[in-house]
């Protein structure tokens, strides 16, 4: 059974429509990669998959036992959270919030999650830092070990590398991988970097003028990777 089912999804806001007749199933242990134009919808279906958003018309649904406060999301960081004055272990902690219920206390449990995550990203010597005196890429990390904090089943990551360098973007990139394959969780990623998604996603959803959805070799054997590869970058 799919962890997650798109049926016949239309996306937009009030009566202009972005997305439309949009179906695809993500199983477990998938590493899908969403490609597409800009304004493409590509962070509004992020959001539907996320609840955050209603959709038009058609359907997502969770199965596989998958229950929505066990879905772990790296959104796209503003400069303000950028700037945020908290603690990483605070910021990675936090990621915990979804399964405390209604207490405001984080249990044991919930501090050994959060070492853990930090260990599995290679932060944990930063623990005690203030965020917002960290680099990029240190940051990148925060906000994904507080994802997993949340999750052991499925990472929903919105353009994790944006604003990287290419050395600290590979790596990242390798991490989200290991997460994947080592630990088996399910990725969904928007990406603009053609090439990283053929590298290393199983599967593509690319949205645009054409709607493609399938497995990576399917993908670059296609006519819509084969213009992007000589003449476009993928967004």
């Known amino acids: 059974m799919a962890q997650i089912s798109c049926k016949d999804l239309c996306l937009g806001y009030e009566s202009r429509r972005i997305i439309e007749d949009l179906s695809f199933e993500v199983h477990s242990g998938d590493y899908l990669c969403i490609l597409g134009e800009n304004g493409s919808g590509k962070t509004t ?4 998959l996320l609840g955050l958003h209603k959709p038009i018309a058609g359907a997502v649904e969770l199965g596989d036992d998958l229950k929505q406060s066990e879905i772990g999301y790296l959104p796209q960081q503003t400069q303000v959270q950028r700037d945020f004055p908290a603690s990483v272990e605070e910021i990675v902690l936090s990621g915990c919030g979804g399964r405390r219920g209604i207490s405001p206390f984080y249990t044991k449990q919930d501090r050994q999650t959060a070492l853990d995550a930090m260990e599995r990203m290679d932060i944990l010597p930063l623990k005690k830092r203030c965020y917002r005196e960290l680099s990029g890429g240190q940051q990148q990390r925060v906000l ?3 994802a997993l904090c949340a999750t052991k089943k499925l ?6 590398v944006s604003g990287l360098d290419p050395r600290v973007s590979m790596d990242m990139y390798r991490s989200i991988y290991e997460l994947n394959k080592e630990d088996g969780i399910t990725v969904i990623m928007i990406s603009h970097d053609i090439n990283a998604a053929i590298r290393y996603a199983s599967h593509i959803l690319y949205i645009g003028k054409e709607i493609f959805f399938g497995r990576s070799d399917d993908f670059v054997s296609g006519d819509i990777a084969r213009g992007l590869l000589t003449g476009g970058d993928g967004r």
Request: proline share 8%; glycine share 0%; hydrophobic share 55%.
């Open 45 to 48: 279906l992020m959001r539907t």
């Open 144 to 146: 994904l070990a507080r």
């Open 155 to 160: 990472l929903l990551l919105d353009e994790p």
